[in-house]
């Protein structure tokens, strides 16, 4: 069967309903901060932003710094765990996540101004915001095929931001941060799915395979500020920070490949089944647009003694209400202009609250400072476990074989939101002018999908670990 771009066009115009956002999609939207030395603390940094990645976390934060110092930080993201396919309530096979993926996570360069005899501290900065793994199997021929998967999709990316930071105190203790913050990123998925049936003939049987692979590259692309309060006394901060709402992005292009064969020879696109192509579809710029809420953040950190930190963090993530639009086509207005026309989808998602926590103690040696750090923090998410989903074919006529070229998923959430937790530590050695931070974080949290009749269909169970190390530099 072929498609023509028109047809496929509509039809991911479609799919992206259900790619383009969520975790269990590829997508946490935990917008942290960068750095070593906050990840070891469980992220709870939003009162402490007294390094160089106070850009990142809260900019108000930043008005300390005298002197010029740059940041590097590289991390790995090692995703562990496992999907677990059932049938019947029992689980029918598992296939264990794996890989490693490696990527600078955070640059920065900090530098004090005077602006009209005014302290001032400006900071530049690329901070990688998250990483991210999914892998998922379905079986959507069984009527031919049997139970087991025959349908899977691997996906892995993240986001980033590059941002423009500005910190100054306002008022006695207090201190006030703005920042510019440019998101972009990518989400790369590969599905691969196989079909085979024996067919009788009046020459003999014969059996046909075919093999569709389709690589999706989604870009991602969104704009916000960040504000930030500080109130610094003698033991005891406060901060607090505000995110704008905004919307993110995603453009994604696409090549979908589709190989056949009967009785192991190649079958063209003059099949006269009609059903097994061989063929290659390109569709690229299909856009989707996914609402991002405000972002509030509360923090509080208090000096114990010399050396000894804890910090507390509160965050609180509006996604109750927010929408995503797909571009459905494009309309050439009378006056010429071209207007974009969206469908918006409702992925009833939840609102979100995330509680850390992390503490720092700094050993003074011989051969320079040492801290050692801890953390905590909950795992949260908008969406709730798939309480429901449905299989639509090309054309929606509901027959897998004529059908399988292109398909897409509805998937119908709980209230049930996906949570889980995560486990930070953290140490390194500190001289005067040169820095070096490590933190090793581990993340479980899982997400089940059930059948319209509630029957257990597959569940996937990350335990990720992540490392990170930071160089920090002063001039």
Partial sequence: MKLSLFKVSILFALMLATTAYGQQQGLSYNFFGGGARSEGMGQAFLAVSDDGTAGSWNPAGLYIHEKTLMVFSYSFLMPRGNYSYYIDNAVYNTYDHGGSYGAMNYWNIVTPLRVKGHHVVANVSYTRNFDTYNLSAENLFNSWMGDEPNAFLEKDGGINSFNISLGARIYKQLSFGLAGNVYYGRVIS?????????????????????????????????????????????????????????????????????????????????????????????????????????????????????????????????????????????????????????????????????????????????????????????????????????????????????????????????????????????????????????????????QETLTSDEALKSKSEWKNHHINMTFTGYF
């Fill in 190 to 446: 590969e599905e691969n799915r196989a079909f085979s049936r024996d067919v009788v003939t009046f020459w003999g049987d014969a059996l046909y395979e075919n093999d569709v692979t389709i690589i999706d590259s989604t870009k991602y692309t969104g704009f916000n500020m960040t504000l930030g309060l500080m109130y610094s006394g003698d033991r005891l901060k406060l901060g607090a920070v505000a995110r704008t709402p905004f919307e993110l992005r995603g453009e994604s292009d696409t090549t979908h490949y589709m190989l056949s064969t009967r009785n192991d020879i190649g079958v063209g696109q003059d099949d006269s089944w009609g059903i097994f192509q061989t063929d290659t579809i390109y569709v690229d710029n299909m856009t989707s647009r996914i609402e991002m809420p405000l972002m509030l953040g509360f923090g509080m950190s208090y000096q114990v003694r010399d050396g000894w930190l804890l910090a507390g963090d509160v965050e609180y993530k509006k996604f109750s209400g927010k929408k995503v639009k797909n571009l459905e086509s494009l309309f050439i207005t009378p006056g010429g202009d071209t207007e974009e026309r969206f469908t918006t989808y409702d992925p009833s998602w939840s609102d979100v609250i995330q509680f850390r926590i992390g503490t720092e103690y700094l050993f003074n040696t011989s051969i320079g400072e040492i801290p050692i750090r801890a953390g905590f923090r909950n795992e949260a998410f908008p969406e709730g476990n798939i309480d429901g989903y449905e299989v639509l074919y090309d054309g929606a006529k509901g027959n897998p074989v004529v059908d399988s070229t292109r398909i897409f998923y509805i998937y119908d959430f709980d209230d049930n939101q996906v949570t889980g937790y995560s486990f930070s530590f953290g140490t390194g050695i500190h001289w005067s002018q040169i820095m070096l931070d490590f933190a090793y974080t581990y993340t479980t949290y899982e």
